[in-house]
C-alpha cells in the first residue's frame, strides 16, 4: 500500500513534519539516502533562541508560537518513542554594555510582556555567576530561549515517527504527495528548476567541549552562543562563513573556543571533544520556505530554516501538514516559496 505522504530529506524539517503527520493518522514514508541528520540538523549547538520582542512581524509572531508549542511538541515525541530529546527551556542570560543597553532592553521587557502573552519573562536582572563578564553588573534574562539536542533530537523523532508506523529508509515511491525537506543541496535544485537562485548553503562551524553546566541557562554574548546541555557538555556556536567552498574545520573554529573562554572563564580549561562544520540553508527571504513547489503538482517545499530550524520545526511541521493533508493553507506572508522569487 502507497503512503499518503512522502517527505524526502530526514533532517529537522523533514522529521518533524513526518512525525505531526503520523499523528494525524497519515501513513508516512521518510527517504534519505544518505541518513538521518546527515545535514546540517545533525550539528551540534541546539540553541532554541527567540527574535526580539519590539518591531513584531509575522516571522518573529511565528517563531514566538513555535518555541511555545515546544515544550509539549517534544514531550510527545519523548512518549511516544521512548528516546530523550535533549530539550529543556532552561533560558539565556546576555550581558548588558552600557546604560544605553540598559534602557533598551528594559523597554524590550515592556514589548515581552505584551508580545510573549505572559508565557515567557524578558527582564532586567543583576548577573549571576554564571554569567560573561558584563560591564554594567545586569544582564536580560529570558525564559523563552530553550536547548536542544539536535542528534539525540532526530533519533527522538526517528523512533516516534516509527513507533506510530511510519517508515524511514533510503528511497520511496513516487505518486504520493511529496515533501521535499532536502537542506542546501534542495536548495540548490529548487533554484536550478526554477532558473534563478532561492537560497544557498551557508557555512558555519561549531565545537562541544567537555564542562558540565547541566541546566544553565545559555549565554548569548556578542553573537557568540554557548550552550550547556544534560550530558555533560558545552555546545559553542557558530560561524557563519558566506564565501566558503568547503567543509573543511579550521582556525575559525578555534577563535570559538577563545571567545567562550573569554566570556566564561571555567571553559578555558575544558576539553574540546568535538569539531563540526556544515552547509546550512538559507533562503533568499531568510524565512522558511514552505509551500508548494511551482510548477509541480504535488510536490512540496519546506526548507530554509537557516539558525532557527529547530525552534521553527513544531509550527513548520504543524503547517505543512495542514497543507498537504488538508488542503488548509495556514501559511504566513513572507514564509512561502514564492516569497523568495
Given at each position: 500500500?502507497?503512503?499518503?505522504l512522502?517527505?524526502?530529506?530526514?533532517?529537522?524539517?523533514?522529521?518533524?513534519?513526518?512525525?505531526?503527520?503520523?499523528?494525524?493518522?497519515?501513513?508516512?514514508?521518510?527517504?534519505d539516502?544518505?541518513?538521518?541528520?546527515?545535514?546540517?540538523?545533525g550539528?551540534?549547538?541546539?540553541a532554541?533562541?527567540?527574535?526580539?520582542?519590539?518591531?513584531?512581524n509575522?516571522?518573529?509572531?511565528?517563531?514566538?508560537?513555535?518555541?511555545?508549542?515546544?515544550q509539549?511538541f517534544?514531550?510527545?515525541?519523548?512518549?511516544?518513542?521512548?528516546?530523550?530529546?535533549?530539550?529543556g527551556r532552561?533560558?539565556?542570560?546576555?550581558?548588558?554594555?552600557?546604560?544605553?543597553?540598559?534602557?533598551?532592553?528594559?523597554?524590550r521587557?515592556?514589548?515581552?510582556?505584551?508580545?510573549?502573552?505572559?508565557?515567557?519573562?524578558?527582564?532586567?536582572?543583576?548577573?549571576?555567576?554564571?554569567?560573561?563578564?558584563?560591564?554594567?553588573?545586569?544582564?536580560?534574562?529570558?525564559?523563552?530561549?530553550?536547548?536542544?539536542?539536535?542528534?539525540?533530537a532526530?533519533?527522538?523523532?526517528?523512533?516516534?515517527?516509527?513507533?506510530?508506523?511510519?517508515?524511514?529508509?533510503?528511497?520511496a515511491?513516487?505518486?504520493?504527495?511529496?515533501?521535499?525537506?532536502?537542506?542546501?543541496?534542495?536548495?540548490?535544485?529548487?533554484?536550478?528548476?526554477?532558473?534563478?537562485?532561492?537560497?544557498?548553503?551557508?557555512?558555519?562551524?561549531a565545537?562541544?567541549?567537555?564542562?558540565?553546566?547541566?541546566?544553565?541557562?545559555?549565554?548569548?554574548?556578542?553573537?557568540?552562543?554557548?550552550i550547556?546541555?544534560?550530558?555533560?557538555?558545552?555546545?559553542?556556536?557558530?560561524?557563519?562563513?558566506?564565501?566558503?567552498?568547503?567543509?573543511?574545520?579550521?582556525?575559525?573554529?578555534?577563535?570559538l573556543?577563545?571567545r567562550a573562554?573569554?566570556?566564561v572563564?571555567?571553559?578555558?580549561?575544558a576539553?574540546?571533544?568535538?569539531?563540526w562544520?556544515?552547509?546550512?540553508?538559507?533562503?533568499?527571504?531568510?524565512?522558511?520556505?514552505?509551500?508548494?513547489?511551482p510548477g509541480?503538482?504535488?510536490?512540496?517545499?519546506?526548507?530554509?530554516?537557516?539558525?532557527i530550524?529547530?525552534?521553527?520545526?513544531?509550527?513548520v511541521?504543524?503547517?505543512?501538514?495542514?497543507?498537504?493533508?488538508?488542503?488548509?493553507d495556514?501559511?504566513?506572508?513572507?514564509?512561502?516559496?514564492?516569497?523568495?522569487?
Amino acid at each position: 500500500m502507497l503512503p499518503d505522504l512522502v517527505i524526502h530529506g530526514a533532517g529537522i524539517f523533514g522529521l518533524s513534519i513526518a512525525w505531526d503527520a503520523v499523528r494525524r493518522g497519515a501513513r508516512v514514508q521518510v527517504a534519505d539516502p544518505h541518513g538521518i541528520g546527515a545535514g546540517a540538523s545533525g550539528g551540534v549547538v541546539g540553541a532554541l533562541a527567540p527574535h526580539v520582542p519590539e518591531q513584531w512581524n509575522a516571522k518573529k509572531a511565528f517563531q514566538l508560537d513555535s518555541l511555545l508549542m515546544g515544550q509539549d511538541f517534544w514531550a510527545g515525541v519523548e512518549a511516544a518513542g521512548g528516546v530523550p530529546s535533549g530539550y529543556g527551556r532552561t533560558g539565556r542570560l546576555q550581558p548588558l554594555a552600557d546604560a544605553a543597553a540598559v534602557d533598551l532592553a528594559r523597554a524590550r521587557a515592556e514589548g515581552a510582556d505584551h508580545l510573549w502573552q505572559g508565557r515567557a519573562a524578558w527582564r532586567v536582572v543583576e548577573a549571576p555567576d554564571w554569567a560573561p563578564p558584563s560591564p554594567t553588573g545586569l544582564v536580560i534574562e529570558d525564559t523563552l530561549t530553550a536547548r536542544i539536542a539536535p542528534r539525540r533530537a532526530l533519533a527522538a523523532l526517528a523512533a516516534a515517527i516509527r513507533a506510530k508506523g511510519g517508515v524511514i529508509g533510503a528511497d520511496a515511491p513516487s505518486g504520493p504527495p511529496a515533501i521535499w525537506a532536502t537542506g542546501a543541496a534542495g536548495l540548490a535544485a529548487l533554484s536550478d528548476d526554477l532558473g534563478r537562485k532561492v537560497g544557498t548553503g551557508i557555512k558555519g562551524q561549531a565545537l562541544v567541549m567537555r564542562f558540565d553546566a547541566a541546566d544553565l541557562p545559555q549565554l548569548f554574548v556578542d553573537g557568540l552562543h554557548i550552550i550547556p546541555h544534560a550530558d555533560g557538555t558545552v555546545a559553542i556556536g557558530s560561524t557563519t562563513e558566506n564565501e566558503a567552498t568547503d567543509l573543511a574545520i579550521d582556525a575559525q573554529v578555534e577563535a570559538l573556543r577563545d571567545r567562550a573562554a573569554a566570556a566564561v572563564p571555567a571553559l578555558a580549561a575544558a576539553p574540546v571533544i568535538e569539531r563540526w562544520a556544515g552547509y546550512r540553508p538559507r533562503a533568499r527571504s531568510r524565512a522558511p520556505m514552505l509551500g508548494a513547489w511551482p510548477g509541480h503538482v504535488g510536490r512540496f517545499v519546506a526548507n530554509g530554516g537557516f539558525k532557527i530550524g529547530f525552534g521553527m520545526a513544531p509550527r513548520v511541521a504543524q503547517v505543512m501538514a495542514d497543507l498537504v493533508l488538508e488542503g488548509r493553507d495556514t501559511i504566513p506572508d513572507g514564509f512561502r516559496v514564492e516569497d523568495s522569487l
